[in-house]
């Protein structure tokens, strides 16, 4: 049997976690190990012996590289570990197929979002997987381009029961980006100790004395590479001379581990013929180039073809098919930040010229160039322009950042950082844009870059929390601006900005004239969405909505988001039926036209209207829907209100642990700039569960709390009426008895009027509460809230058997435990049951499947869908998952629901509604 390579001494743990990861993956239980080492601690030959476990288990491989010199060529490195199963494509979902497609420049379309092509990926490898497992890995993830590297930590966190491991390697995160907390399992390579170092240097230079081998092992550090090239140093520096002195002689004394390791390289190609070290240094530069084309480059230089065989037979490159490999990633680094700028200039050039890739020979051409180079910006906005067609938005921030620091004119310079900034925040880079919106806001002088700056920052701070500009200055910014147009889009932002943050009065009202002044066009809703966000007058909101919508649907870049903006305007208006056909369309118009981000503030929005009418288990799927997608587009703001949603929607459950476990998600994403909207939702969540828990004046306390903004107070108010007369707080519960009267004449909501009525039978000591009660339950009748509707019911029921109505009292207790049970709100149907039980009533009620509350959320959403009559591959395009996954959901969903095949469903859940997503 062959000895272990010495780099491998001393791996034993190392070994046995590889093994691990590769038995679990034969097992179907799959896995991601994140490998982490710092250079020359044998990452590298960790990852092959893995391979050969794994060839060995009868694991299929595939394989990619990072590499310093292809960060900012979009998708270089997935497409290079997906090539060998890319003729599986045709089993992937279409949109799914034709985002890799896209990403790869098979085929022309829309970019695809980044969520789309991780879960493609996903994809790609189970259906690779269903035959054999299969092992990935990802050498040097640190140097990955950017896009390929975030599909592959996608990938990475989401692998669990499949047959499917994952390895990759990186250096410690300094100065690259840290990836591990992607990894399900991380391992970092220590270094050796010194008797395993000992074992190193027996095998590698046996003839070293003890002086030179103990002065090897204390410049090596416990570095196996160090060890190797300090110890065959030594070997070879003569019997004479202690490895000290040789180390003495080449510069190693008092410099980084790293760099005594690269500096014996040096030493290395110093030894070369000077034609071969150019012929080094030009390889170095042309790392991410094919052999041929080095060649070309060369001669370009005049070095012959025979240039490299001195490099070759020194062992310093080989040639492994069509490209230079070096002999460890050190040798390049060390040769290439060895040569001189203007050496290095000129190979790029000389690079540039033969690279067949257009998109190479651009980064060629701009790492050529030692100024401002008008010409080449422009090539790099053109090579940004087809990141951005293949959905590279990180490559396509890298070249706009690149052209900027091209370019000689303040104007130009900062057109470029702003297209940088949007890019990088469309990419999910908030802080990278926030850094670029600020380096391009010292420069920028026309128009057009203030307000493509303002827009990027406008969203950053919707969506992050990030901090920018307020209603105010966006005021300013709008007056200044010579365009119509351009002025009512910015007001919009500071309408937006005015409700969501909640402003003061004085600043709403600045909003509201600036509005005022702005010409009245019918056909643009701008001016009359703007209006109704900031004037609580504002009336024919289910009118902006149908105009609204078409005219997104005609020009959805530019004017999604203000549906976002009109759905809230309903809201407030509290008109929830339009409020949620808002919702609806924009998760179905953000959805059909790849804005995965937007999408998930739009499944946010419905979250919450679905809460509030009680639409239970469409809350929880709307909104850990939006979850998820938040997690992996970095949304922490989006997210946090969708926890909040959440939490209220299972504490009316009764889902007590789960509900905590949101609130517990809300504080945990929250920043340090607090957002009005996302505290009162969740103080309205912590309200009910206290609430359930029969702490009556924490409830009260609790929905108190939500009056930080006045949308979310004005429902939830409703909710604080009954434990402040439990708790003899009744006085607050007057308090928003007031301001919902003001809010129900101004809108005329049934809804509102309900719960108006509701409160005050509850406030109501005598015989005239029942008037209050039949009118509340009158009201709600012509409402689609059917939570209140039933709670109503249920307050009318009990006050009917005090009063020994028993007849009455059933109908309406009956009436309410209906109504619960079909959603699902279970501390509430037992309360309904325990008053139906004192009027000596036996009917049980019908409707929901019990069944149903043992499905997850996910697999509640799956089935619904198949339900009303999709593929699973549809499924799967509908809410990002793998076809295998959807198939996995619906496989648990038959087994929980006793059902067959997917015919049966619509009996079992219901009749589906469809609804966009």
């Given at each position: 049997?062959?000895?272990?390579?010495?780099?491998?001494?001393?791996?034993?743990?190392?070994i046995a976690a590889l093994a691990g990861l590769?038995?679990?993956?034969?097992?179907?239980?799959?896995?991601?190990?994140?490998?982490?080492?710092?250079?020359?601690?044998?990452?590298?030959?960790?990852?092959?012996?893995?391979?050969?476990?794994?060839?060995?288990?009868?694991?299929?491989?595939?394989?990619?590289?990072?590499?310093?010199?292809?960060?900012?060529?979009?998708?270089?490195?997935?497409?290079?570990?997906?090539?060998?199963?890319?003729?599986?494509?045709?089993?992937?979902?279409?949109?799914?197929?034709?985002?890799?497609?896209?990403?790869?420049?098979?085929?022309?379309?829309?970019?695809?979002?980044?969520?789309?092509?991780?879960?493609?990926?996903?994809?790609?490898?189970?259906?690779?997987?269903?035959?054999?497992?299969?092992?990935?890995?990802?050498?040097?993830?640190?140097?990955?381009?950017?896009?390929?590297?975030?599909?592959?930590?996608?990938?990475?966190?989401?692998?669990?029961?499949?047959?499917?491991?994952?390895?990759?390697?990186?250096?410690?995160?300094?100065?690259?980006?840290?990836?591990?907390?992607?990894?399900?399992?991380?391992?970092?390579?220590?270094?050796?100790?010194?008797?395993?170092?000992?074992?190193?240097?027996?095998?590698?230079?046996?003839?070293?004395?003890?002086?030179?081998?103990?002065?090897?092992?204390?410049?090596?550090?416990?570095?196996?590479?160090?060890?190797?090239?300090?110890?065959?140093?030594?070997?070879?520096?003569?019997?004479?001379?202690?490895?000290?002195?040789?180390?003495?002689?080449?510069?190693?004394?008092?410099?980084?581990?790293?760099?005594?390791?690269?500096?014996?390289?040096?030493?290395?190609?110093?030894?070369?013929?000077?034609?071969?070290?150019?012929?080094?240094?030009?390889?170095?530069?042309?790392?991410?180039?094919?052999?041929?084309?080095?060649?070309?480059?060369?001669?370009?230089?005049?070095?012959?073809?025979?240039?490299?065989?001195?490099?070759?037979?020194?062992?310093?490159?080989?040639?492994?098919?069509?490209?230079?490999?070096?002999?460890?990633?050190?040798?390049?680094?060390?040769?290439?930040?060895?040569?001189?700028?203007?050496?290095?200039?000129?190979?790029?050039?000389?690079?540039?010229?033969?690279?067949?890739?257009?998109?190479?020979?651009?980064?060629?051409?701009?790492?050529?160039?030692?100024?401002?180079?008008?010409?080449?910006?422009?090539?790099?906005?053109?090579?940004?322009?087809?990141?951005?067609?293949?959905?590279?938005?990180?490559?396509?921030?890298?070249?706009?950042?690149?052209?900027?620091?091209?370019?000689?004119?303040?104007?130009?310079?900062?057109?470029?950082?702003?297209?940088?900034?949007?890019?990088?925040?469309?990419?999910?880079?908030?802080?990278?844009?926030?850094?670029?919106?600020?380096?391009?806001?010292?420069?920028?002088?026309?128009?057009?870059?203030?307000?493509?700056?303002?827009?990027?920052?406008?969203?950053?701070?919707?969506?992050?929390?990030?901090?920018?500009?307020?209603?105010?200055?966006?005021?300013?910014?709008?007056?200044?601006?010579?365009?119509?147009?351009?002025?009512?889009?910015?007001?919009?932002?500071?309408?937006?900005?005015?409700?969501?943050?909640?402003?003061?009065?004085?600043?709403?009202?600045?909003?509201?004239?600036?509005?005022?002044?702005?010409?009245?066009?019918?056909?643009?809703?701008?001016?009359?969405?703007?209006?109704?966000?900031?004037?609580?007058?504002?009336?024919?909101?289910?009118?902006?909505?149908?105009?609204?919508?078409?005219?997104?649907?005609?020009?959805?870049?530019?004017?999604?988001?203000?549906?976002?903006?009109?759905?809230?305007?309903?809201?407030?208006?509290?008109?929830?039926?339009?409020?949620?056909?808002?919702?609806?369309?924009?998760?179905?118009?953000?959805?059909?036209?790849?804005?995965?981000?937007?999408?998930?503030?739009?499944?946010?929005?419905?979250?919450?209207?679905?809460?509030?009418?009680?639409?239970?288990?469409?809350?929880?799927?709307?909104?850990?829907?939006?979850?998820?997608?938040?997690?992996?587009?970095?949304?922490?703001?989006?997210?946090?209100?969708?926890?909040?949603?959440?939490?209220?929607?299972?504490?009316?459950?009764?889902?007590?642990?789960?509900?905590?476990?949101?609130?517990?998600?809300?504080?945990?994403?929250?920043?340090?700039?607090?957002?009005?909207?996302?505290?009162?939702?969740?103080?309205?969540?912590?309200?009910?569960?206290?609430?359930?828990?029969?702490?009556?004046?924490?409830?009260?306390?609790?929905?108190?709390?939500?009056?930080?903004?006045?949308?979310?107070?004005?429902?939830?108010?409703?909710?604080?009426?009954?434990?402040?007369?439990?708790?003899?707080?009744?006085?607050?519960?007057?308090?928003?008895?007031?301001?919902?009267?003001?809010?129900?004449?101004?809108?005329?909501?049934?809804?509102?009027?309900?719960?108006?009525?509701r409160a005050r039978g509850l406030l109501t000591?005598?015989?005239?509460?029942?008037?209050?009660?039949?009118?509340?339950?009158?009201?709600?009748?012509?409402?689609?809230?059917?939570?209140?509707?039933?709670?109503?019911?249920?307050?009318?029921?009990?006050?009917?058997?005090?009063?020994?109505?028993v007849v009455d009292a059933r109908a309406e207790?009956?009436?309410?435990?209906?109504?619960?049970?079909?959603?699902?709100?279970?501390?509430?149907?037992?309360?309904?049951?325990?008053?139906?039980?004192?009027?000596?009533?036996?009917?049980?009620?019908?409707?929901?499947?019990?069944?149903?509350?043992?499905?997850?959320?996910?697999?509640?959403?799956?089935?619904?869908?198949?339900?009303?009559?999709?593929?699973?591959?549809?499924?799967?395009?509908?809410?990002?998952?793998?076809?295998?996954?959807?198939?996995?959901?619906?496989?648990?969903?038959?087994?929980?629901?006793?059902?067959?095949?997917?015919?049966?469903?619509?009996?079992?859940?219901?009749?589906?509604?469809?609804?966009?997503?």
């Amino acid at each position: 049997m062959p000895q272990d390579p010495p780099s491998l001494i001393g791996r034993d743990q190392e070994i046995a976690a590889l093994a691990g990861l590769v038995g679990a993956a034969a097992g179907t239980s799959g896995s991601a190990l994140l490998l982490v080492g710092e250079p020359g601690m044998g990452k590298t030959a960790l990852a092959g012996l893995a391979r050969g476990i794994a060839r060995d288990s009868g694991l299929q491989t595939l394989l990619c590289h990072g590499g310093a010199a292809t960060e900012g060529i979009g998708f270089a490195g997935l497409h290079e570990l997906l090539h060998p199963v890319l003729n599986l494509l045709g089993r992937l979902p279409e949109r799914q197929r034709s985002a890799l497609g896209v990403a790869f420049g098979f085929e022309d379309g829309p970019p695809a979002d980044p969520l789309v092509i991780g879960v493609a990926t996903l994809g790609l490898l189970e259906e690779a997987a269903a035959g054999r497992p299969l092992f990935v890995v990802v050498e040097d993830l640190h140097w990955l381009d950017p896009s390929s590297a975030a599909v592959v930590t996608f990938v990475a966190s989401r692998l669990r029961d499949t047959p499917i491991a994952l390895l990759a390697t990186t250096r410690p995160v300094t100065p690259h980006a840290d990836h591990a907390p992607s990894f399900p399992e991380q391992l970092r390579i220590e270094p050796l100790g010194r008797d395993d170092a000992r074992r190193v240097l027996a095998r590698i230079a046996p003839e070293l004395r003890v002086r030179e081998r103990d002065h090897v092992i204390a410049q090596a550090q416990g570095n196996p590479l160090a060890l190797t090239e300090l110890g065959a140093t030594a070997a070879t520096s003569g019997r004479g001379t202690v490895a000290s002195d040789a180390g003495a002689a080449i510069g190693l004394e008092s410099v980084s581990l790293t760099s005594r390791i690269e500096r014996v390289f040096l030493a290395d190609v110093a030894t070369l013929p000077e034609r071969a070290q150019r012929a080094v240094a030009l390889a170095a530069a042309g790392d991410d180039l094919g052999y041929r084309e080095v060649l070309d480059a060369a001669a370009q230089l005049g070095l012959p073809a025979d240039a490299f065989d001195a490099a070759e037979r020194a062992g310093l490159v080989r040639v492994d098919g069509d490209k230079i490999v070096f002999r460890h990633p050190l040798v390049r680094s060390a040769v290439y930040e060895s040569t001189g700028a203007t050496t290095r200039s000129t190979f790029h050039r000389a690079l540039a010229d033969v690279a067949r890739d257009g998109t190479l020979a651009t980064w060629h051409r701009a790492a050529a160039t030692l100024g401002w180079d008008e010409g080449v910006a422009r090539e790099l906005e053109e090579a940004a322009d087809r990141a951005t067609r293949q959905g590279a938005r990180r490559e396509a921030a890298r070249a706009w950042h690149r052209a900027a620091e091209l370019s000689s004119e303040p104007p130009a310079r900062a057109r470029r950082l702003a297209r940088a900034a949007e890019l990088s925040r469309q990419a999910g880079l908030t802080t990278v844009a926030g850094t670029l919106i600020d380096e391009a806001g010292r420069l920028v002088q026309d128009e057009a870059t203030v307000l493509t700056l303002a827009r990027s920052e406008w969203l950053l701070q919707m969506t992050t929390g990030r901090g920018g500009r307020g209603p105010d200055a966006l005021v300013d910014l709008a007056a200044s601006s010579d365009s119509s147009d351009a002025r009512a889009e910015v007001l919009v932002w500071a309408a937006t900005s005015c409700f969501v943050l909640q402003e003061p009065p004085a600043v709403r009202e600045r909003v509201h004239r600036a509005l005022l002044a702005q010409p009245d066009d019918p056909q643009d809703p701008l001016r009359r969405v703007g209006l109704a966000l900031v004037d609580p007058t504002a009336r024919d909101i289910g009118d902006v909505a149908e105009l609204m919508t078409s005219w997104s649907e005609r020009s959805v870049d530019s004017n999604a988001p203000v549906l976002s903006c009109l759905a809230f305007v309903a809201e407030e208006r509290a008109d929830l039926a339009v409020a949620r056909t808002c919702w609806t369309s924009a998760v179905t118009l953000f959805h059909g036209s790849g804005r995965v981000s937007d999408e998930a503030v739009a499944l946010c929005g419905r979250a919450s209207v679905h809460a509030t009418l009680g639409h239970l288990d469409e809350a929880v799927e709307d909104a850990e829907q939006s979850l998820r997608l938040c997690d992996a587009l970095d949304l922490p703001v989006v997210a946090a209100n969708a926890a909040a949603h959440l939490a209220r929607a299972r504490a009316n459950r009764g889902e007590v642990a789960h509900a905590e476990k949101a609130l517990e998600l809300v504080a945990a994403l929250s920043g340090p700039e607090r957002v009005a909207r996302v505290d009162a939702g969740a103080s309205w969540a912590a309200g009910l569960l206290a609430a359930v828990d029969h702490r009556y004046a924490d409830a009260v306390d609790a929905i108190a709390r939500t009056r930080v903004n006045a949308p979310v107070a004005l429902w939830a108010g409703a909710d604080l009426v009954e434990p402040a007369v439990r708790a003899d707080r009744t006085p607050e519960a007057q308090v928003w008895l007031e301001s919902a009267q003001a809010a129900a004449e101004t809108t005329g909501s049934e809804h509102l009027r309900m719960l108006l009525e509701r409160a005050r039978g509850l406030l109501t000591e005598d015989d005239g509460a029942a008037e209050h009660f039949a009118r509340a339950v009158e009201h709600g009748t012509r409402t689609d809230a059917v939570l209140d509707l039933a709670r109503t019911r249920l307050a009318y029921g009990e006050w009917l058997r005090r009063r020994r109505r028993v007849v009455d009292a059933r109908a309406e207790l009956q009436s309410a435990l209906d109504g619960f049970v079909a959603q699902g709100a279970q501390p509430w149907a037992e309360r309904a049951r325990v008053e139906l039980r004192a009027t000596g009533a036996t009917s049980a009620p019908g409707g929901r499947n019990p069944s149903l509350d043992q499905l997850t959320a996910q697999e509640l959403h799956v089935a619904r869908l198949a339900a009303q009559g999709m593929s699973n591959a549809e499924i799967a395009d509908q809410v990002y998952l793998s076809r295998r996954t959807v198939g996995a959901h619906l496989h648990r969903a038959f087994a929980k629901l006793q059902v067959a095949h997917r015919g049966q469903l619509a009996a079992v859940i219901g009749a589906p509604e469809a609804s966009g997503v």
